[in-house]
């Protein structure tokens, strides 16, 4: 056994850097080359005064450089204002809603019985159909003449056939509707890192709080939801990244509109980067996401280290 | 469940030998309607599927299956709960009296049976137990499942749906109101270009899921084993970069492939979409790689393999 130890060791200690080495490289140099440098890139392109079409000269880059007038002016302009805010009300909003729901969902999931297959697929049916063929889906939905739900309003004679509300055309309701959908495609996601959670749970401990005479309540939120902190931050993170960095969503649904009332910051910075050409302010929008992200990578990394899925 | 079994046999209360009567001479006088008239198509199967969960619904009662009555005391809240939700809703806001008055008599029948479901008698006939958890776990998971569902239930029937049935005001917008059709379909496939962009998926997606396992594999399995504290610090650093927005990296990712003279190719696709599965595949693998028992290595590794043999 111990001469088995000593061989295992000596060729481990021979073989293992190189072989190690080897086989994450390709690996590292692909995120290098295609998230590193664009990270990079992205960064100077926000302090610098690209366009598409007037290509960089790189021989001399820093004449491009232009301190921080990009920043100034889209400090100035009431899109972006509008954008940022939207993007906070959007993922606040969202993850409240869609942490209520789905815990009441994980809790109703929780124990198997006939039929929980079938009521598990549809359930996490938005989920795993692309986020533009539901929303696709959503916009026939909240169309402004062939909405099912005015139909339904106009029926139990709440809405005027005549003038409906324009789900996607006023701004309220513009706001509730993109919440919503974002609320739609999340729920399902939660549910599932909560139900892991909630397996997890060891079962002596729900049992002997029933012998002490909890009820349901109590086992609820005394028990059941501290023990499943960290499990509920890690959805809570992950739901605010995808809400947070989503472009799909606000850009099929609403472009942004109407007025700015639902502009994103990815939205906007797809709009003016690619579509309007003016790299530069694109840039200099997306970096504002980059503290956001900063910050929860960081909690991410606190609540990750505690929940064990690093 | 031993104290239940070995309990004196409990009598049945009368009560429930009536439902159960009642439910069977109904499902009997539906399938004789069904019959009769010669209800066909999609209406008749409907009937029929209704005569049979009446059917299997007074059996079950009759036997003492807590499944069927626990069934049935939900349909039964469902519909007090319909009943509500309409006279308020509807029948009283439009002044609808007739309406209302029946509304309230129903709602007084089914409210009836949902207490007497639940009263001590049946309870005891059911061995003590109760049947309100379970209903409102069923109401929950069906508010949410059709909330969840109904998009694609939506998607998948305007598919078939005629587009004069579409465009149609007045037309109820959850069922067919004039016969399904395959008119879509047709122009999906023979008017546009859909089998190329189906390919172009397929290719996409077939050298996507290459090249990311073809990285992703090697460098989760070095890094969840050989590594060690290394090991740890790459893993929280790959973790991180799969937190990079695809949004920041969109604008000059734009100008990448453009320098490449890849734009408007499936390949600037395929070139940029592993950016975002890679760091996720690695980070999910190297869970899974951890998970193994290092000692199922270390005894292959005695028995005479490489390193790389115990990988594969």
Not at chain 1, 13 to 20: I, K, Y
Not at chain 1, 173 to 178: D, G, M, N, P, R
Request: net charge positive.
């Amino acid at each position: 056994m111990a001469v088995a130890a000593a061989k295992l060791k000596s060729v481990g200690a021979a073989r293992s850097p190189l072989l190690g080495f080897a086989m994450f490289t390709p690996a590292v140099l692909y995120i290098l080359l295609l998230i590193g440098a664009p990270f990079c890139l992205a960064i100077f392109y926000a302090f610098s005064d690209a366009r598409i079409g007037a290509p960089i000269d790189w021989a001399h880059f820093w004449r491009h450089f232009v301190g921080l007038e990009n920043f100034r002016s889209i400090l100035q302009s009431p899109s972006f204002r509008s954008a940022l805010k939207n993007s906070i009300i959007f993922t606040v909003a969202a993850q409240i809603i869609v942490m209520v729901c789905a815990n009441i969902l994980s809790i109703a999931l929780e124990k198997p019985f006939r039929g929980r297959g079938l009521v598990r697929f549809l359930i996490l049916l938005p989920w795993v159909a692309p986020v533009s063929l539901g929303t696709i889906g959503w916009k026939w939905i909240l169309d402004s003449i062939y909405s099912v739900i005015t139909w339904v309003l106009v029926w139990l004679g709440f809405v005027n056939k005549f003038s409906p509300p324009m789900w996607l055309g006023q701004e309220g309701l513009a706001i509730t509707s993109v919440i919503l959908v974002h609320c739609w495609r999340l729920i399902p996601f939660s549910t599932v890192i909560l139900l892991a959670g909630r397996s997890a749970i060891p079962k002596e401990i729900p049992e002997a709080a029933a012998i002490d005479g909890a009820g349901f309540w109590r086992t609820t939120f005394q028990i059941n939801l501290p023990i499943m902190t960290p499990i509920l931050g890690v959805a809570v993170l992950f739901g605010t990244i995808f809400t947070f960095t989503d472009l799909a969503v606000v850009n099929l649904l609403t472009n942004g509109g109407p007025y700015d009332s639902t502009q994103t910051l990815p939205n906007l910075a797809f709009t003016q980067g690619i579509q309007g050409s003016d790299l530069a302010a694109g840039a200099a929008i997306s970096v504002f996401l980059v503290p956001v992200l900063v910050a929860i990578a960081y909690l991410m990394l606190r609540v990750a280290h505690r929940a064990e899925v690093v | 469940m031993a104290t239940a079994a070995l309990a004196p046999r409990v009598k049945k209360p009368a009560g429930l030998k009536v439902l159960s009567a009642l439910i069977g001479l109904a499902a009997l006088w539906l399938l004789a309607q069904t019959l009769l008239h010669h209800v066909g198509g999609l209406p008749g199967v409907f009937s029929l599927l209704a005569v049979l969960v009446m059917g299997l619904l007074a059996f079950g009662l009759w036997k003492l299956h807590n499944g069927s009555r626990v069934f049935l005391f939900f349909l039964f809240v469902c519909d007090v709960i319909g009943c509500l939700l309409a006279l308020f809703l509807y029948a009283l806001r439009t002044s609808h009296y007739r309406l209302a008055v029946a509304l309230v008599i129903q709602m007084a029948i089914s409210a009836t049976l949902v207490w007497f479901l639940q009263s001590a008698a049946v309870k005891r006939a059911f061995a003590g137990r109760n049947p309100w958890p379970t209903t409102v776990k069923m109401l929950v998971l069906t508010v949410f499942t059709v909330l969840l569902a109904f998009p694609f239930y939506w998607m998948v029937i305007a598919t078939f749906k005629q587009n004069i049935d579409l465009y149609g005001m007045d037309n109820n917008p959850f069922i067919f109101n004039l016969p399904p059709t395959l008119d879509n379909l047709r122009l999906l496939f023979n008017q546009t270009r859909f089998l190329t962009w189906l390919a172009n998926t397929a290719i996409v997606g077939g050298i996507v899921v290459a090249i990311t396992l073809l990285l992703a594999v090697p460098a989760a399995y070095a890094l969840a084993r050989l590594t060690g504290r290394w090991g740890e610090r790459l893993g929280i650093g790959i973790f991180l970069t799969y937190l990079v927005p695809p949004t920041l990296l969109f604008i000059p990712l734009s100008r990448v492939v453009a320098t490449l003279g890849l734009q408007d190719t499936i390949w600037s696709l395929v070139l940029v979409y592993p950016s975002i599965t890679v760091p996720f595949s690695i980070w999910l693998l190297m869970g899974f790689f951890k998970s193994i028992p290092r000692e199922l290595e270390d005894a292959a590794m005695v028995d005479g393999l490489t390193r790389f043999g115990a990988f594969i």
